[in-house]
Structure formats: C-alpha cells, structure tokens
C-alpha cells in the first residue's frame, strides 16, 4: 500500500459531504491513507467555489449533498465548464438508491463510487484500483483536455488491445467520442456491438441518442422505453424522450415524461428549466411555477444560472395574481417581485435583462390592481427602452402590452405602428404582434382616436392647423376612427389650404376622407358641416 | 395520502448509514490512537469484529429491501473482483481467525452489482465459518460464453444430504438456510441476454463443501 501512499501524498484532493461528522472523518481517513493536502466542502456551492479556484487531482464526493444540488450535478458542472479535467479522477459515495442515476450518465460519469458505510481497507482497496485505471488512461485523456478527439480514437484501440480488461470502459470513452464527432454511425454501431454481449445501460443510452441523431425517432422510443421498463431510475432517458415528442411537437407528452424525471431526480437544473419551458408554453402555470422556482433556487451558484430563470419564474406566478388580495395572490407577486429584484440586481450591467424585469414588474402591479405602481414601472421600462439602441422586436411587443395594461393606449398604438413597419420580426412575433393588435378592441381605439381628436381640436381652436392635421391624421389613420374625427379632419385641411394655398396632394387627401364617410344623410347632425365642406373642397379642387 | 412507509423507512436507513459510516470512522482514529497499546489491543478487535458484523447486518438488511421491492432492479457495473473480495477475506482472517487462499488475477473484473455480491460472499463464508470450517479456497472460472463463476471450497463437514437435493433455498429453517436463500436470491438478480444467476452447491469429493456463485 505505499504505492498508494506516495500518489495520494502528491495529490491535491477535495473532499465533499454535507455532514460534519463525515466530512472530518472522510478527511482523516485520506490522510491515514498517505494524502497531504485536502480540502473539504459542505455543499455544492462551496464545492464550485472550491474546484474554480485550484487545480484538483482527486474528488471524492457523497452523492447526496442535502438540499441543494447533488454529487452528479457539480461532476457534471465542473466537467462541463472544465474546471476539472479528464485526468482528475472523481470517487462518488453513494446510497444504492442513486446508483442508476450515477451509473447511467453517459457523458458526465464518475470514475468510480463506493457504496455507504464502507472501511478505510475498502478505501484504499478502491483509491488503490481506481488511481491505478487512471494512470492507465492518462493518454487518452490527456487527448481528450487537449480536445484532439480524432487522436482519442486510435489511442482507446491501442489500449484496448494492450488491456483487454479494461475494454468496456474504455469503449464507453470511444462512444462518447464518436458522438462529440458526430459519427453517430460509428458510435451506433459501437453501442449495438457492446449490447449483443450485455445490456449495459449507458450502452442502451448511447444507442438511442445515436438513433435520435439519425432521426430515427421511432426504434429511439422503443429502446428508451425499453431501457426504462428495466431501470426507471436512469433519468437521464426521460430526458431524450422528451427530445423526441418535442420532434413530433407533442408538447404535452414532453411535458410528462420530464415530471416523471423531475420526481425521480430534482434536483437537475437544466431539466427543471425545461419542464417549465415546456409547461409554461402549455400554459400549465403551476408546474411551470414550481420548475422554475427548482431552477432558480438550484442554479442560483451554479454555473447555469440564467436571468430567464428569474424572470419566467416570475412570469409563471402571474397566473394567480390577483386585486382580491387574497394569500394566493400575495404569496406570488411577493415571490415575483422578489425574482424580478434579484434579477435586476445580479443582471444590473445589462440593460435588456433589466428592462424584461421591469416590464415583468409592471405586469406584476397591474394583475395586483395597483394600477400607479404599475404606470410607475412603465414609464422606468420605456426610459429603458429608449435607451437600448437595437430594442427587438420582442422588447417592443412586452412594452405594446405593458402600455395597454397601464392603459397608456397612444403608446401602445404608436409602438405598434413602429412594430408594424419592421421587417426583423420572427414568425412568433408576427404571430404575437397579430393577437396583440386583434385583442386591441374597436372601443379601445374609438377611445384613444377621440383622445387624439380632443388633442388636435385645441391646435385648431388656437390656430396651430399644421399641429392639429398632424394628430388628425394619426387618429384617420385607423379605419375605427369615427365621422366626427373624419369630418374634422376634413375641416382642419381645407382651412389649412384656404389660409394658405390649395395642395394636389391634400386635395386628393380630402377626396379620400370625403368617400370614407359616403353620403352622410340629412339626419346626420353633421350634415351641414359636411355639406358645406364638400363646397369648399370642389372650390379647392377648380383652383389648382 | 397514503402513508409513505417506504420513504420514512429509506430516511431512517440512509441516517444509519450515515451514522455507521461515523462510528467506523471513529473506531478507525481509535485503533490509530492505540496501536502501540499492547494491553487494549483484544478490546479493539472485540470492538472491531462486533461492529464489521453490524456493519454488515446493516447491508443485509438494505439488500434484503432491495431484492423485496418490486421495483427492484440490480446496479450491474463492471466491478474487480478483487476490490469486493478483499475487504471480506480480510474480515474474516482478520476477526474471525480463518485462513482463506485465492487464485484470482489482480485484474480479474466483473459485472455484477456488488452489494449483492458482498452479501452473498459473506453469507457463504459466514456459513462456512458456523458449520466448523477453518480454512478457504476462493477460484474464479471464466466461460466463452461470457458466463462465470466463483468457486468457494472449505474444509468444513459439508452439507447434508437433505440439503444437496432440495431445488431451492427457503427461508424456513436454521440459521445456514437464511444464508443460502439469501445467496440465491442475490444471484437471481442478476440477468444477461436471458440468463439468470445461480447457486449450485456440492460436497467436494474428499472433504469440505463447495459453492459456487454463478454469474450469467
């Protein structure tokens, strides 16, 4: 056993529990073991803390880490972002209730687990083994840090034959390599080879994930069910599943198969951020809320914390807001008020993020009833997004609802009109900008082309006619705006060119409000008016 | 809402655990502490054989639990043979004072889940152990087929005959019949392309009995 004292002796290690008792114990039993520097971590967070600043050899970690995120999640985040490399070896204690959730990821997999209570003489039997494997495959993961995957290949076949013991292993490195390549032929015949001799379940993963990539959907369904009948806790198959109704546009079978997942593994990040995607796209609010609220409180140290998190979470509690006051409704705008902060705070240098939070604000105060604090959050938002230079489309449709919500309907009109005239609008947007416009009903507008008229009536009483056909063409330009705005109008042209000369082109302008009203009948209170106009116009008309 | 026995019984269990994982470690700084303490040495290996047993028992209780549950699926990795074979020789020349010989390649490894490879391991030697044996010969045999097996011999009297010509191990009985059922429902877990494991046991042709552990 000096041997494995002189390697762990060189070694940086990290060790990590959540008890306190297991943790110094762990730590002790590293060093009765020959190792000299070893760190420890409570919890996730410290971990990633931990791992970001030092370079570690060796990781050893409880799998179940108490409420916040688990071993497998800072293996994955730390091998995802590659804080740690391939040649750093990551021991995962674990219950054997977790044993397929580990054992089955098929990218992100530890080097090895022992299985709790275990000895320091099973410690040192594993450390001994595992260390020992690692050397072993230290080319190829040298390779594989140095990111050259094409000469991972032919260095898995050299050891391959050298080391035949270490077959299964190593082939689970090429099958992983394949696919980083995209070879998903190659890798599906790797995977179907490895089967034929046993039904390995990260074999029976990487067969459907190379079927889902050859887009044969189909045979990909029926090996991931088959593969879930036989191990329903091997998350990460729902997960691909779900890939696949999403293909079919089969949102609400998505949205099932990743509740199944969530309740055998919640503490995933990137799933609970796609369950409520998902759900909140089928508009099941409730669980939309409580993936969301999962995904912010998870990834709130990690590295897939998202401002998006923040913000749909806020969002998905919109739908139990309410003026009633009620404990429902002030349980969740205090919760969407708090998410909205929390975003504007940690995303405070970007702009976009904090305008999404103050329109999500906005919304927050009107659904309560509190109609000043949500004109309040408004009128911050569009301040916001005046100064962003390129707003998108869909910034300026969330300002268009935001306006009508604080009834502000001129801005909202005006915007609109913008949005109408851009050319950048994705199909969801046009789609958005539509229904916006269709659920602006004929009143709303009637309302805002008097507000408009009442405006363009004062320039005109105080003489101001360039002012006041200005806003009258805004309020016509809607076909919803009434005979009386038609007719002053009307008026406001023709007194325009009796003062100053007649204009072919207002001319043809009045011709065109003149056939919008039609013959107004003798009833009409307006009818003089009209009449009288009609004269002025032909007299204009024989002038030019 | 139905009560959730399961989960509370999963929670007690996993603080256990916890706690067992604890106190060996404490026994392990004490042992640390008092290795050059002549005179406390039998109290430490008292202390030592009684907790590697409930150690044990706990994991007998946890693969009992596993192998009820309905839902029950084994956790077959590539395991060596070795690693899980180790701890358990060392047990038992160690605590229980028996000799055990091996002829197993340091790099032998295998698929199996290896709780249930632990229990069944120490069900056999434990066995061995209570019907009078004193020593052991553990071999592996590998098949082309991908099957194989472990062969544990010992020099003890051997099993009766009752016992050789019953097809399956009940729970009804002695002591040795527990251990037995226990051995044959771990291997039964195990399953490749149709096949599933087994026990077979025999009496070898001189003395002592033979059981062999087979992997399908």
Request: hydrophobic share 40%.
């Amino acid at each position: 056993m000096s041997q494995l004292d002189a390697i762990l002796g060189k070694m940086r290690i990290l060790a990590i529990d959540d008890l306190v008792e297991s943790r110094s114990a762990m730590k002790k039993m590293l060093m009765i073991l020959g190792a000299n520097k070893v760190d420890i971590a409570m919890d996730g967070d410290e971990a990633t803390e931990f791992i970001f600043n030092n370079s570690y050899d060796l990781i050893i970690s409880d799998y179940n880490l108490g409420r916040g995120r688990d071993g497998q999640q800072i293996l994955e985040e730390a091998r995802f972002t590659r804080q740690i490399k391939a040649t750093c070896t990551f021991v995962m204690l674990t219950g054997e209730n977790a044993m397929d959730m580990v054992m089955g990821a098929i990218e992100y997999e530890p080097d090895d687990y022992v299985t709790k209570p275990f000895t320091i003489d099973v410690m040192r039997q594993r450390l001994t083994r595992i260390l020992n494997v690692k050397e072993q495959l230290k080319g190829i993961n040298e390779s594989i840090d140095r990111q050259e995957r094409r000469k991972v290949l032919p260095l898995c076949d050299a050891l391959i034959e050298k080391q035949p013991r270490l077959k299964l292993r190593i082939e689970r490195i090429k099958g992983r390599t394949f696919m980083a390549l995209k070879e998903f032929k190659a890798a599906l015949d790797l995977y179907q080879n490895i089967l034929k001799e046993r039904e390995v379940n990260w074999a029976l993963l990487g067969k459907a994930t190379c079927l889902f990539n050859l887009e044969d959907f189909d045979a990909a369904e029926k090996v991931l069910e088959h593969t879930i009948r036989e191990h329903p806790k091997y998350v990460q198959c729902y997960d691909l599943l779900c890939k696949i109704h999403l293909k079919r546009k089969k949102l609400q079978s998505a949205q099932n198969t990743l509740l199944r997942a969530t309740k055998v593994s919640p503490k995933q990040v990137l799933r609970q951020m796609e369950l409520g995607r998902i759900a909140y796209a089928n508009k099941d609010f409730a669980v939309a809320e409580s993936a969301f609220k999962m995904s912010v409180k998870l990834a709130r140290h990690s590295c897939y914390r998202s401002v998006k998190n923040y913000l749909l979470f806020a969002k998905s509690l919109q739908h139990k807001i309410t003026p009633q006051n009620n404990k429902d409704s002030r349980a969740g705008s205090q919760e969407a008020l708090k998410a909205v902060e929390e975003a504007k705070t940690l995303y405070k240098d970007n702009i976009d993020y904090v305008f999404e939070a103050t329109i999500i604000e906005s919304t927050t105060y009107s659904n309560l009833g509190k109609e000043a604090d949500a004109k309040a959050a408004a009128e911050r938002a569009e301040s916001l997004l005046m100064e962003i230079n390129e707003p998108s489309g869909a910034m300026q449709l969330s300002m268009v609802n935001v306006f009508l919500e604080t009834k502000q309907h001129a801005k909202a009109q005006d915007l609109l009109g913008t949005l109408g005239t851009r050319k950048d609008l994705s199909r969801a947007e046009t789609r958005e900008l539509t229904r916006t416009k269709n659920e602006i009903s004929e009143v709303v507008v009637r309302e805002y082309t008097t507000e408009i008229n009442d405006q363009a009536i004062g320039f005109f009483e105080r003489g101001q006619l360039n002012q006041a056909i200005e806003l009258f063409d805004k309020a016509t330009a809607y076909k919803e705006a009434g005979h009386t705005v038609v007719v002053n109008a009307i008026q406001a042209k023709i007194a325009f060119m009796d003062q100053r000369e007649p204009t072919k082109t207002m001319v043809k302008e009045v011709d065109e409000l003149m056939s919008r009203l039609g013959n107004l009948p003798e009833s009409d209170e307006r009818y003089d008016r009209w009449l009288q106009l009609r004269k002025a116009q032909e007299r204009l008309k024989r002038s030019i | 809402m139905a009560f959730d026995y399961n989960t509370l019984l999963s929670a007690e269990l996993h603080d256990i655990k916890n706690q067992m994982q604890a106190l060996l470690s404490a026994q392990e700084d004490l042992n640390e502490v008092l290795k050059d303490k002549e005179q406390y040495q039998s109290y430490i290996a008292n202390v030592n054989q009684h907790s590697q047993l409930l150690n044990h028992k706990l994991l007998e209780i946890l693969s009992i639990l596993k192998i009820q549950n309905q839902a029950f699926t084994p956790c077959e990795d590539e395991h060596w043979l070795l690693d899980t074979l180790s701890p358990i020789i060392h047990e038992f020349t160690q605590l229980h004072g028996m000799r055990i010989t091996h002829h197993i390649d340091k790099d032998f490894n295998g698929f199996y889940d290896e709780q249930l490879l632990e229990i069944a391991l120490h069900n056999s030697f434990m066995n061995a152990k209570q019907i009078g044996a004193s020593q052991l010969q553990v071999s592996v045999q590998e098949f082309s087929d991908g099957h194989w097996l472990i062969d544990i011999q010992d020099d003890g009297p051997g099993f009766k005959d009752k016992q050789l010509y019953e097809d399956t191990f009940t729970i009804q009985g002695t002591k040795n019949g527990l251990g037995l059922y226990l051995i044959q429902q771990a291997l039964m877990a195990h399953k490749r392309n149709g096949n599933t494991g087994s026990i077979h046991i025999k009496n070898n042709p001189t003395q002592g009995a033979c059981v062999q552990l087979i992997f399908p």
